[in-house]
């Protein structure tokens, strides 16, 4: 499934992001093989993400997010 | 190190690292000096540099002067976008680097840390932000960081001033400080550096053009292999797996308090817009409309100026020249003694209406706007906003972190055109300074509106102007998408945590954007009252008037005292509203000239800065695009409103 399927409250572990967002998710410290919490998700807005571990909070456009794959656990 | 011979030697300390994790409150403490800080990514978008404050007992001693240098935030050294390349280069000409990371995100503040130290720069890791750590019951491991990057590790809280005396002590100390190494070089990564070593003058240069920098490859001439970027995968995930492990031994579990739920809660789409409204409603209406336009100003104007200040200026002057108040008629040159009196007293007087304007109404609603702005950026709410707001503003050709600027526009939208540098594509770019300069008002000018409509009758005059805008707002950013070409950038951005915004900060924030925007101002309003008085004792005013005159009453269905706001509007667009207080106009007219204004053409200054981040074609293109929506937008209320209110 893509990121954009997942609802709020839900854990996630990355599988893939395509290589042109790579570098820009990377520097933010999403990279694929994380595991993250959905902390927000509204029906065209960005999905808010925290790493697990993590205090900060990433926000991934709609855009974005319909190119990564993930697993919900 | 810069030496010139006789003088003190000069050593560059440049603070460097993760955006938002205090880099410019850790400036303002060692150059005591302020440069702005908000709670979200991106608030610094220039370098400032600043001397190094010493006691009066260091002054004569040191042969050195510590120059500090405040970077914009990145999160890696390599690759930048084209704005974000000024800091590279300050890192690379500097002596010492003070890499400071946020306590709360050591899992990803330490890749730029790493980045750095494989540079192989002089460098001290500044770990801030402990007190609110602290709060969250994360413990730090500071000698395990410290050994595993063979660096030295301090801890500060900023904000509260913990910390920071040692690092200027530490500063100070740097020349004869035996014991500093450079980091330690990952060996993994070195053996991607080694091919470049010899050919250029630096290991940070080497290691950039490892990192697929081509901009670094081109200045040292040198062609980038074809297998560049996977060698920058690399050596990516060799330094996140040594992050990841260094995280794991050094930091313990966060325990999330109340303040984060309630920063999640405003990422609720149902929460956070009915939060968003509640914003709008108590800062616009509430506060800046009702107390600080309605209660305060009313207050300083009528009560004060209006009742001392202003008869004991007619006073004077009138003793030692005569003056017409509300004279229309030729004076110059038949009287001049008066003509002068009614310059400096007269309606529109330097001494009187002016000094009115400016400290009875400019001044309270500039503080007031700026002060309600800085609680809304320190509190980190408006990231949050960003993110409720991602959707619709994509649908508009930008995305959701112009809303910054956008907001900051209603402060004042020459220092909000200057901001959208933020901003990552040239369409967004275009497409937000546009919507600044048509739409958004600035602080004085939405102070007097808001203060001229809720005098009227309450809620519904504002709601019909607040609406039309946000209705030309939506229908110009749709237009605009469609017509400008390029690629819109897309909202990717960190989330700073809730915070109670601290006292002094609000205060030393409000108190420095107020100056800046009261010393634009003052000289301005000056000149337009000179210009404006000039106009009236020579009579041109009469004329020019009178020449209008049919265009407002045809147009705008307006009586010919108007045509003098949108004169003065001209020069600023706050001028134009204040002009508004002294006609009687029905509810319908207040409205259309209260619209009117806010749509019509940025004031000048705004017009000079568009001109620089643009062109010149692009600034005249708004002008004038401005000048037809105001007029065609005011024809058509005046039509309608009569009917409503
Ligand atoms: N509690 C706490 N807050 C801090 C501390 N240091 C900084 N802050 C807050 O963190 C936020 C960011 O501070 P800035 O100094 O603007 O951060 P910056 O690194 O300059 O950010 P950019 O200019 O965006 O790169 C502000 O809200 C500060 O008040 C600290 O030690 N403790
Ligand atoms: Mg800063």
Redesign the pocket.
């Known amino acids: 499934m893509n990121l954009n399927q997942v609802k709020p409250g839900q854990s996630i572990k990355i599988d893939f992001i395509p290589e042109d967002l790579e570098l820009r998710l990377f520097s933010l410290g999403i990279k694929a093989g994380d595991s993250a919490e959905c902390i927000s998700h509204s029906y065209y807005g960005p999905v808010v993400l925290r790493k697990d571990r993590a205090f900060n909070q990433v926000a991934i456009t709609h855009r974005f997010a319909e190119a990564i794959s993930v697993t919900v656990k | 190190m810069s030496f010139i011979k006789g003088e003190k030697k000069t050593i560059k300390v440049a603070?460097v690292?993760?955006?938002?994790?205090?880099?410019?409150?850790?400036?303002?403490y060692l150059t005591s000096s302020y440069?702005?800080?908000?709670?979200?990514?991106?608030?610094?978008?220039e370098v400032s540099v600043g001397n190094l404050k010493l006691s009066e007992t260091e002054k004569p001693c040191s042969d050195y002067a510590f120059q500090v240098i405040?970077?914009?935030?990145i999160y890696s050294v390599s690759n930048l976008q084209e704005e974000e390349t000024v800091t590279r280069d300050y890192i690379l000409e500097a002596d010492l680097i003070i890499n400071?990371v946020s306590a709360l995100s050591l899992g990803r503040d330490l890749f730029l840390t790493k980045q750095l130290a494989d540079m192989g720069k002089p460098m001290l890791v500044l770990i801030?932000?402990?007190?609110?750590a602290k709060k969250h019951k994360i413990n730090v491991k500071v000698k395990v960081i410290s050994q595993a990057l063979g660096l030295d590790v301090e801890l500060?809280?900023?904000?509260?001033g913990?910390g920071l005396e040692e690092l200027r002590n530490y500063i100070l100390n740097f020349i004869d400080n035996a014991k500093f190494k450079p980091g330690r070089i990952s060996k993994e990564v070195d053996n991607y550096c080694v091919p470049y070593l010899e050919m250029v003058f630096d290991r940070a240069s080497a290691l950039l053009i490892a990192e697929a920098d081509a901009e670094v490859a081109k200045a040292n001439d040198i062609v980038l292999p074809s297998n560049a970027t996977s060698h920058r995968k690399e050596i990516y995930n060799i330094r996140n797996r040594e992050v990841d492990e260094l995280v794991r031994e050094a930091v313990s579990e966060i325990q999330f308090a109340w303040m984060d739920k309630l920063g999640d809660l405003f990422l609720n789409p149902v929460i956070g817009s009915l939060t968003a409204v509640v914003v709008v409603y108590t800062f616009l209406f509430l506060f800046l409309g009702v107390f600080v336009a309605g209660t305060t100003v009313d207050f300083l104007e009528n009560n004060i100026f209006k009742a001392y200040y202003e008869p004991f200026m007619r006073n004077l002057v009138g003793s030692i020249i005569p003056y017409d108040s509300s004279s229309m008629t030729s004076t110059l040159f038949t009287d001049p003694a008066r003509a002068l009196g009614t310059i400096l007293v007269g309606d529109y007087g330097v001494l009187t209406l002016t000094i009115t304007y400016l400290y009875a109404l400019l001044l309270p609603l500039v503080f007031g706007f700026y002060l309600g702005l800085a609680f809304l950026?320190?509190s980190?709410y408006l990231p949050r906003l960003a993110v409720l707001v991602d959707g619709v503003l994509s649908s508009l050709g930008m995305n959701g972190r112009a809303i910054i600027p956008l907001i900051l526009g209603g402060g004042c939208v020459t220092m909000a055109t200057v901001t959208t540098r933020l901003l990552s594509t040239k369409k967004e770019k275009l497409i937000t300074i546009a919507l600044l300069g048509l739409t958004i008002p600035c602080s004085a000018q939405l102070g007097v509106i808001q203060g001229l409509l809720t005098n009227i009758g309450g809620f519904l005059p504002w709601l019909i102007w607040g609406g039309t805008l946000f209705l030309v707002f939506v229908l110009t950013g749709l237009v605009l998408n469609k017509l400008v070409p390029g690629e819109c950038g897309h909202f990717v951005s960190d989330i700073?945590p809730i915070?109670l915004?601290?006292f002094k900060?609000l205060m030393q924030k409000t108190i420095q954007r107020t100056k800046v925007f009261m010393n634009e101002a003052i000289p301005a309003f000056f000149i337009a009252a000179l210009v404006v008085s000039v106009l009236q004792v020579t009579g041109i005013l009469k004329y020019i008037i009178n020449w209008a005159e049919p265009i407002l009453a045809d147009v705008l269905l307006l009586p010919k005292e108007v045509t003098l706001s949108f004169i003065l509007g001209m020069i600023r667009r706050d001028f134009g509203a204040f002009g508004l207080m002294e006609i009687p106009l029905s509810a319908a007219q207040l409205v259309t000239v209260c619209v009117v204004l806010t749509l019509f053409v940025p004031c000048i200054a705004t017009v000079a800065v568009m001109i620089k981040e643009k062109n010149l074609k692009i600034a005249m293109g708004i002008w004038v695009s401005s000048w037809i929506l105001a007029l065609g937008i005011g024809a058509v209320l005046a039509r309608v409103l009569p009917f409503v209110l």
């Open positions: 603070l690292g993760n955006p938002n994790v205090g880099k410019s409150v850790v400036f303002n440069v702005d800080v908000s709670n979200y990514a991106g608030t610094t978008i405040d970077t914009p935030g400071v801030n932000q402990y007190d609110e500060s809280s900023a904000t509260l913990e950026e320190d980190g700073p915070r915004p601290i900060n």
